[in-house]
């Protein structure tokens, strides 16, 4: 697939090492000289100086014959502008960046449609949603959702006094079907089988109906406490997209979010309904103390600063927040935060990448999320009529290695599969793949595909 990316800033690099490490034809237009060194020292990439809005430049790039253009620069205008020239060039699929709400909101007009935009994203607020269904399941390292919400999966930590320690996968209860997709260990991701023994300290990710899934964790010696008092650091896009989202789910939720600049912090304050604004450096211990963070049960650290992130999670879990949630946007320093006690880790390129890989993968796509720095997705597809995995068993299928079935949604069933369980055609499936295998994996559910 040749993709042209717009903008080599975070998210540009990050889908661009992503793409390219697949062996995607990637051309990146950027017009930082610094920013087209960093590119041409660490990816193979071709990179062209200019601006994606320049015909000339997009001309340059080969436009007439890509198959994808993204716009992700820091100028949403600049991002629509350009994917709404490549959409005239002929390419099939523009995915723009647009960070700005009012583009979003306009009532009557969609921007979106107006200028076939395939897919308009926003970081910050996918970022927002993710913490919001965290919020849902505050036991929970991760939460996402799949066949339309009908099948949940958890991140969950086994802890030092949990009874599954030193059991292994084969004989764990199943009375409520679910299905254990794999196991995070000291930063290697495994998938697991019968015979794997769990250990403490490790992360599995459960597969389960959504219905179900309070069940899955009951049987497993789960809690789901309940979330009442939440403070959230930091009131820019995501502060504020989170506070929406949660006064609108959660009517009761006594939220406060605390805001170190004034203009900032009167802002957010006329557009939420019930949440507290606090004007206040979350930096500051004596602050925290006098807001109480102790009697917290979420708090949730959403600044633009890496650091203080870190840092006020640390401090309001040392004076007694019952959890913490922090954005971490620099993807190098998570496994480093991930061993000094911070419950959520969440990083907008990595979500972002997650909501545009399904426009890059090869079949009927529906869904795509990333696991531990870009080393493994889950993907939501379609069983196509033609494919290799049709009409057999599980146990017959010879699926590629570090590559899983989690469940099933056939018409309006949900099917969590066991060895006997036959994949029929149009099939919604969730398969987790080591990105080493998902190209063979893609190939197990397409039309006349094969596995080599």
Do not use: W
Not at 257 to 285: F, N, P, T, W
């Amino acid at each position: 697939m040749k993709v042209i990316i717009i903008g080599a800033g975070k998210v540009g690099y990050s889908i661009a090492h992503l793409l390219s490490s697949e062996d995607h034809d990637v051309v990146v237009i950027e017009q930082s000289q610094e920013r087209q060194e960093i590119l041409e020292e660490n990816l193979d990439v071709q990179v062209i100086c200019g601006s994606g809005s320049s015909t000339s430049i997009l001309e340059a790039a080969g436009v007439r014959s890509a198959d994808m253009l993204l716009a992700v620069t820091e100028f949403d205008e600049l991002n629509m502008v350009s994917c709404l020239l490549g959409k005239k060039y002929g390419v099939k699929t523009a995915v723009a960046r647009v960070r700005n709400p009012e583009y979003l909101e306009v009532k009557d007009i969609s921007f979106k449609e107006a200028m076939g935009i395939d897919l308009i994203i926003n970081p910050e607020r996918v970022t927002a949603i993710e913490i919001a269904q965290i919020v849902g399941h505050p036991e929970a390292m991760n939460v996402d959702y799949y066949a339309m919400g009908k099948v949940q999966m958890l991140e969950l930590e086994i802890e030092k006094n949990s009874a599954l320690i030193g059991k292994k996968i084969k004989d764990l209860n199943t009375t409520v079907p679910y299905n254990i997709i794999c196991i995070e260990r000291q930063q290697k991701i495994l998938v697991p089988r019968g015979d794997d023994v769990l250990e403490s300290g490790d992360h599995i990710n459960i597969m389960a109906r959504t219905t179900e899934m309070r069940e899955v964790e009951k049987m497993l010696g789960f809690n789901t406490p309940r979330v009442e008092h939440i403070t959230i650091l930091g009131g820019g896009r995501t502060g504020l997209y989170l506070a929406q989202i949660l006064e609108q789910k959660r009517p009761d939720l006594q939220i406060k979010i605390i805001e170190k600049e004034l203009l900032r912090a009167r802002q957010i304050s006329q557009k939420l309904k019930h949440a507290l604004v606090i004007h206040g450096d979350g930096s500051d211990y004596q602050l925290l103390q006098e807001e109480n963070i102790a009697g917290s049960d979420l708090f949730i650290a959403v600044t633009d600063d890496d650091k203080i992130n870190v840092l006020c999670c640390l401090i309001a879990r040392n004076m007694g927040a019952k959890k913490t949630v922090c954005q971490i946007k620099r993807t190098e320093v998570i496994p480093l935060v991930e061993q000094i006690g911070i419950d959520s880790i969440l990083n907008p390129r990595m979500l972002t990448a997650g909501v545009i890989l399904k426009y890059v993968r090869r079949g009927d796509i529906i869904s795509v999320t990333i696991f531990g720095e870009d080393r493994a997705e889950m993907l939501e597809l379609l069983a196509q009529p033609g494919s290799a995995a049709v009409n057999k068993e599980l146990r017959h299928i010879r699926f590629p290695s570090g590559s899983v079935l989690g469940a099933v949604m056939r018409g309006d069933e949900v099917i969590i599969p066991d060895g006997s369980f036959r994949i029929m055609p149009h099939d919604r499936l969730m398969v987790f793949s080591m990105l080493k295998s998902i190209h063979k994996t893609e190939r197990l559910f397409l039309d006349g595909g094969k596995i080599s």
